[in-house]
């Protein structure tokens, strides 16, 4: 069974190959020149969640990070690289966090059992949900409250980029903006939670102001 399952991957790559080349002969002579992406796009691992395709872009038109439920933890030395590597090397102009409903991640960490090395990772999601607590008891409906922690969550990641002393450097320097977004798995649609990230700068930087 893994064989064959192996064996569909790489002739689907044959056929990509063929695919890309009868509309392009120089298509991947092009990828090789480098990338130029106007945006970093941090989503979830979801194997239903694509980046690339939801947008309708190409590659190396968006520097992609993706990790369970799309957390932005200013300890995780994987997605802080990426973030750096993004706005202070490839200079893009837009940092999205994109989440999305029906997300795994957020509803294992809405629950009480214990998922081992998952903890730590689901506790900060669990953080969110403490940080929001009155609003999302207020919810009756299961599902629309699960629907609303995928939200805020996509929100406080925004923040938590917010915080970062490359994002404000780069905020000052030049034009650089923080986007929420969530995919709707169930209609394919990609929605902009419309995040006041001006206003949200502002509060925090009494606190979070890094020179």
């Known amino acids: 069974m893994a064989s064959n399952f192996l064996d569909k991957i790489f002739e689907n790559n044959k056929k990509w190959i063929q695919d890309k080349l009868s509309l392009q002969r120089n298509y991947f002579n092009e990828l090789g020149k480098g990338q130029k992406p106007e945006?970093?796009?941090?989503?979830?691992?979801?194997?239903?969640?694509?980046?690339?395709?939801?947008?309708?872009?190409?590659?190396?038109?968006?520097?992609?990070?993706?990790?369970?439920?799309?957390?932005?933890?200013?300890?995780?030395?994987?997605?802080?690289?990426?973030?750096?590597?993004?706005?202070?090397?490839?200079?893009?102009?837009?940092?999205?966090?994109?989440?999305?409903?029906?997300?795994?991640?957020?509803?294992?960490?809405?629950?009480?059992?214990?998922?081992?090395?998952?903890?730590?990772?689901?506790?900060?999601?669990?953080?969110v949900y403490r940080l929001h607590k009155d609003e999302l008891n207020a919810i009756e409906d299961e599902e629309k409250k699960y629907d609303r922690l995928v939200e805020l969550n996509v929100q406080e990641q925004c923040v938590n980029l917010i915080k970062t002393a490359v994002v404000q450097k780069a905020y000052r320097q030049r034009d650089?903006?923080?986007?929420?977004?969530?995919?709707?798995?169930?209609?394919?649609?990609?929605?902009?939670?419309?995040?006041?990230?001006?206003?949200?700068?502002k509060e925090i930087m009494e606190i979070y102001h890094l020179d």
Not at 182 to 188: E, I, M, N
Not at 189 to 196: G, R, S, V, Y
């Open 39 to 127: 945006s970093l796009y941090i989503g979830c691992s979801d194997s239903r969640v694509t980046a690339e395709e939801l947008m309708g872009l190409n590659p190396g038109e968006v520097f992609v990070h993706r990790n369970i439920a799309n957390m932005v933890i200013n300890i995780d030395l994987n997605t802080m690289s990426v973030v750096e590597y993004a706005v202070e090397h490839l200079k893009v102009s837009h940092l999205v966090v994109c989440g999305h409903y029906a997300c795994g991640g957020v509803k294992a960490a809405m629950q009480s059992a214990d998922l081992g090395l998952l903890n730590p990772w689901l506790r900060c999601i669990r953080d």
């Open 176 to 201: 650089l903006t923080v986007h929420g977004w969530v995919f709707d798995v169930h209609s394919g649609k990609l929605i902009d939670l419309n995040i006041d990230f001006e206003r949200i700068l």
